[in-house]
């Protein structure tokens, strides 16, 4: 089902012209047209739900298999048929997707010996192939070139024209590969459990030095991309946010200077220093990046969401709340947000209490038609806390964090003591790493509220000296992930001070 899944996702009707595919059956509603359209409408997620609708329930029976067979082929037939005249396909999406299909056809004409057709065709993708730097596929064209040049058209000069041109691009591709391989030996390092990030430097430093020469010989998209990756993971596996900065503009650059838009290119390195200049505080710098990066970007992709949450994060880094709250309107009203993962919808969930506290402290002024606030259900929030899984668990900080927050705001000091407790003991639990040193200081902090009875001066002077660790190890140089602060601890404990009264309050735990 999964396969069928994938097919059905990239494909639609209003695409597809003229084909014996999905969506051009003259005849009364199929079976096969039936099964792709619940499969489109998330109507079956999985072959029981598929055969208890269209068969007889036996996702065994060869009925079933066959009606899923027949869709799965129709669906891949139709993947050649895709309309590339979206307006989200750039030139060389489009490129990409044209020389690999006329390539498939290159392919077929030379088992059916039509040789002479073949080679037309292989020279005019070899000219796209060339324009858009495809190496893989430059290497394929010119070898079967070099082949038929040489073998049966004996024609010596464009031989050695295409022998000569290969042995460049095999060079280049194979340049293309080491760096590939680096870069996907970095990333199974940081996908390690506990990552640790000294060898991730270490080893970036060591790979990029195996590619560098490459690099400074040749000009490949392929080749750029991931070395320039792997020349920021030096810089980012140890949180210099200002030296990963450098690196990122020096990849956009250079990838700006290319003859086509290389949008992923620079979606992922616009991405990473929106993330440096977040963490650095540096607003203008990073509104510039978010802004650049949503001008390539197609509107209510995973990507845009992405790129609007660290755009948020920014906003709120820099206290440019009202910014902040524009940006979560933007996201919260979008019609694709519903589409989107589960880690997408929750992380702006937590934002929209970050958000509507802000409200309530006046530091964000809602728009007048605004409905959402008033009508937000603290008390469901303070009960509900999302049961993340360990690699997101982080998330639950932010959670018992604000709704702390929200009940010292209200005076809410009984509750507030019991939510207190709770995270005192996921602070032990959790809590215990580097990486969360920023977070457990801030902890420490909120659990003095109680102890000192709710008295703010009491609080000011017995928390100092965990607000003094806090600056000695500032946002920029944590080594913490950069959501877990939506806003950063010091702005945050500003506002929870001044939540308090220079009042004692006491409360018995039998009287709770």
Same mark, same amino acid.
Request: one cysteine or more; hydrophobic letters at 40%.
């Given at each position: 089902?999964?396969?069928?899944?994938?097919?059905?996702?990239?494909?639609?009707?209003?695409?597809?012209?003229? %084909?014996?595919?999905?969506?051009?059956?003259?005849?009364?509603?199929? *079976?096969?047209?039936?099964?792709?359209?619940?499969?489109?409408?998330?109507?079956?997620?999985?072959?029981?739900?598929?055969?208890?609708?269209?068969?007889?329930?036996?996702?065994?029976?060869?009925?079933?298999?066959?009606?899923?067979?027949?869709?799965?082929?129709?669906?891949?037939?139709?993947?050649?048929?895709?309309?590339?005249?979206?307006?989200?396909?750039? /030139?060389?999406? *489009?490129?990409?997707?044209?020389?690999? *299909?006329?390539?498939?056809?290159?392919?077929?004409?030379?088992?059916?010996?039509?040789?002479?057709?073949?080679? $037309?065709?292989?020279?005019?993708?070899?000219?796209?192939?060339?324009?858009?730097?495809?190496?893989?596929?430059?290497?394929?064209? &010119?070898?079967?070139?070099?082949?038929?040049?040489?073998?049966? !058209?004996?024609?010596?000069?464009?031989?050695?024209?295409?022998?000569?041109?290969?042995?460049?691009?095999? $060079?280049?591709?194979?340049?293309?590969?080491?760096?590939?391989?680096?870069?996907?030996?970095?990333?199974?390092?940081?996908?390690?459990?506990?990552?640790?990030?000294?060898?991730?430097?270490?080893?970036?430093?060591?790979?990029?030095?195996?590619?560098?020469?490459? &690099?400074?010989?040749?000009?490949?998209?392929?080749?750029?991309?991931?070395?320039?990756?792997?020349? +920021?993971? %030096?810089?980012?596996?140890?949180?210099?946010?200002?030296?990963?900065?450098?690196?990122?503009?020096?990849?956009?650059?250079?990838?700006?200077?290319?003859?086509?838009?290389?949008?992923?290119?620079?979606?992922?390195?616009?991405?990473?220093?929106?993330?440096? #200049?977040?963490?650095?505080?540096?607003?203008?710098?990073?509104? /510039?990046?978010?802004?650049?990066?949503?001008?390539?970007?197609?509107?209510?992709?995973?990507? @845009?969401?992405?790129?609007? !949450?660290?755009?948020?994060?920014?906003?709120?880094?820099?206290?440019?709340?009202?910014?902040?709250?524009?940006?979560?309107?933007?996201?919260?009203? #979008?019609? +694709?947000?519903?589409?989107?993962?589960?880690?997408?919808?929750?992380? @702006?969930?937590?934002?929209?209490?970050?958000?509507?506290?802000? %409200?309530?402290?006046?530091?964000?002024?809602?728009?007048?038609?605004?409905?959402?606030?008033?009508?937000?259900?603290?008390?469901?929030?303070?009960?509900?806390?999302?049961?993340?899984?360990?690699?997101?668990?982080?998330?639950?900080?932010?959670?018992?964090?604000?709704?702390?927050?929200?009940?010292?705001? $209200?005076?809410?000091?009984?509750?507030?003591?019991?939510?207190?407790?709770? %995270?005192?003991?996921?602070?032990?639990?959790?809590?215990? *790493? /580097?990486?969360?040193?920023?977070?457990?200081?801030?902890?420490?902090?909120?659990?003095?509220?109680?102890?000192?009875?709710?008295?703010?001066?009491?609080?000011?002077?017995?928390?100092?000296?965990?607000?003094?660790?806090?600056?000695?190890?500032?946002?920029?140089?944590?080594? $913490?992930?950069?959501?877990? !602060?939506?806003?950063?601890?010091?702005?945050? @404990?500003?506002?929870?001070?001044?939540?308090?009264?220079?009042?004692?309050?006491?409360?018995?735990?039998?009287?709770?």
């Amino acid at each position: 089902m999964r396969v069928l899944q994938e097919l059905v996702a990239i494909i639609t009707k209003n695409k597809v012209k003229q %084909i014996e595919v999905i969506g051009n059956e003259n005849t009364q509603k199929s *079976k096969i047209t039936e099964f792709y359209e619940l499969v489109a409408d998330s109507k079956v997620t999985n072959d029981e739900e598929a055969a208890e609708l269209l068969t007889n329930g036996d996702t065994n029976s060869s009925t079933y298999r066959n009606l899923k067979n027949t869709l799965k082929n129709r669906l891949i037939n139709t993947v050649f048929f895709i309309d590339l005249k979206q307006p989200y396909y750039n /030139d060389q999406q *489009k490129a990409y997707f044209n020389c690999w *299909k006329e390539w498939a056809a290159v392919k077929i004409l030379m088992v059916k010996s039509a040789k002479f057709a073949a080679v $037309q065709l292989s020279k005019k993708i070899l000219r796209q192939a060339i324009k858009y730097e495809f190496t893989e596929l430059i290497v394929e064209i &010119l070898r079967f070139l070099r082949i038929h040049h040489s073998t049966f !058209e004996n024609n010596e000069r464009l031989f050695k024209q295409y022998n000569q041109q290969l042995n460049r691009y095999a $060079q280049m591709y194979l340049a293309e590969m080491k760096a590939e391989e680096s870069y996907c030996k970095i990333m199974t390092l940081y996908k390690r459990k506990n990552p640790q990030k000294e060898t991730i430097h270490k080893e970036a430093r060591a790979f990029y030095k195996e590619i560098e020469s490459s &690099l400074a010989a040749f000009d490949s998209y392929k080749l750029h991309l991931y070395g320039r990756m792997i020349y +920021m993971a %030096i810089f980012m596996s140890v949180n210099d946010y200002e030296k990963t900065a450098e690196a990122c503009d020096e990849a956009i650059t250079f990838f700006e200077k290319k003859k086509y838009i290389s949008a992923l290119a620079l979606q992922t390195f616009l991405h990473q220093k929106l993330v440096c #200049h977040t963490q650095l505080k540096q607003y203008n710098r990073g509104k /510039d990046a978010a802004e650049r990066s949503l001008a390539i970007l197609e509107e209510g992709k995973f990507n @845009w969401f992405k790129n609007l !949450e660290l755009y948020f994060m920014l906003s709120m880094h820099t206290k440019k709340y009202q910014k902040s709250y524009e940006v979560f309107s933007t996201v919260i009203n #979008h019609k +694709m947000l519903a589409f989107q993962p589960a880690s997408i919808s929750e992380i @702006w969930k937590i934002y929209e209490a970050y958000v509507h506290y802000l %409200i309530i402290l006046n530091k964000v002024v809602p728009a007048e038609d605004e409905t959402r606030f008033t009508k937000f259900k603290l008390g469901r929030f303070l009960n509900e806390v999302p049961s993340f899984s360990k690699e997101k668990r982080r998330r639950n900080i932010p959670i018992l964090i604000i709704q702390t927050l929200f009940l010292i705001l $209200q005076k809410r000091y009984n509750e507030a003591i019991d939510r207190i407790e709770a %995270i005192e003991k996921y602070c032990y639990r959790y809590l215990r *790493k /580097d990486d969360s040193f920023r977070s457990n200081c801030f902890i420490k902090c909120l659990l003095l509220i109680p102890s000192c009875s709710f008295h703010k001066a009491a609080v000011t002077r017995k928390a100092k000296k965990y607000l003094v660790q806090l600056q000695q190890v500032p946002l920029e140089v944590a080594n $913490q992930p950069h959501e877990v !602060e939506i806003i950063p601890y010091e702005d945050l @404990w500003e506002m929870a001070l001044n939540s308090l009264e220079n009042e004692f309050y006491s409360a018995s735990r039998s009287g709770r």
